[in-house]
């Protein structure tokens, strides 16, 4: 991979996913589209660029999909979580009474952990059959939606967890991974979207979580992207970023209430 072939990669992945690749990215990048030119049986770098231009409705998905991070785990960050049950849910329950509509988006899902381990944290608390509750699960990386939806996690995924969850959530799924139960799949939708791009999503939501995701796009990138949260978020709603994560000289339409967790301004 040249110096022009990696130039040329940025640029793309910056015009179509606003990820801001840098040259410490370079070996990561290299081991990640290099397997796609062996799959395509292509020469070199250049001539997957040349392919890809070419072809961009077969292959820009499967490009998008190899430059994405995916780390990720259930209750990762676990004081999130913990505010989530402890302080936001408490507030829901007193606020939305009347309408008894919630929701929540979780933005840059990745496989599935995090709207997971958020519908977890609210099952116990939010009666279905007097709540309409759902979770938005989106993200730029089509594989990792499928993997989310299909919900089925290696035992070596959950063996952190509290055993009572994975026993009140988790069927098994073969003699070492483990299966969501549907009653808990039946909170939450997956959906491709670039966060960048158009969001079709009418209503209001009332929690967002989108963390280490904003750490791959430039700061003017991440206000226009703040600013649109804070209009699709309710008043007071909560917003909860990553731990390496800060809106300090991003916006100032929210403010801190813990760490890494914000409130809209009203």
């Known amino acids: 991979m040249t110096d022009g072939d990696f130039a040329q990669i940025q640029q793309l992945a910056k015009l179509r996913t606003g990820i801001e690749l840098g040259e410490h990215k370079k070996e990561m990048i290299y081991s990640r589209i290099v397997r796609r030119i062996r799959t395509l049986r292509l020469g070199d770098f250049h001539s997957y ?87 938005l699960a989106t993200d730029l990386d089509t594989n990792v939606l499928a993997h989310g939806k299909a919900g089925v996690y290696a035992q070596d995924r959950i063996g952190n967890m509290d055993p009572e969850l994975v026993r009140r959530f988790f069927n098994e799924a073969g003699p070492s991974s483990r299966a969501v139960k549907e009653s808990l799949k039946q909170l939450i939708r997956f959906n491709q979207l670039n966060l960048l791009g158009d969001w079709p999503m009418k209503g209001r939501f009332d929690v967002i979580f989108c963390r280490n995701v904003v750490i791959y796009f430039s700061k003017d990138t991440q206000r226009q992207l703040f600013d649109r949260f804070a209009n699709i978020i309710e008043p007071e709603g909560y917003m909860f970023i990553g731990h390496s994560e800060s809106l300090h000289g991003v916006t100032n339409r929210f403010e801190s209430v813990g760490r890494t967790i914000y409130r809209k301004l009203a």
């Not at 190899?66 to 999130?80: Q, V, Y």
Request: with cysteine.
């Open 49 to 135: 660029l040349e392919y890809l231009e070419a072809n961009p409705e077969a292959e820009l998905t499967n490009f998008i999909n190899a430059i994405t991070t995916n780390l990720t785990s259930f209750f990762r960050e676990s004081h999130h979580f913990d505010y989530l049950k402890n302080q936001v849910v408490p507030e829901l329950l007193a606020r939305k009474k009347a309408s008894g509509r919630v929701r929540i988006w979780s933005a840059g899902c990745s496989t599935g952990e995090e709207p997971y381990s958020i519908a977890m944290t609210i099952q116990g608390q939010l009666d279905r059959e007097r709540w309409d509750c759902k979770i």
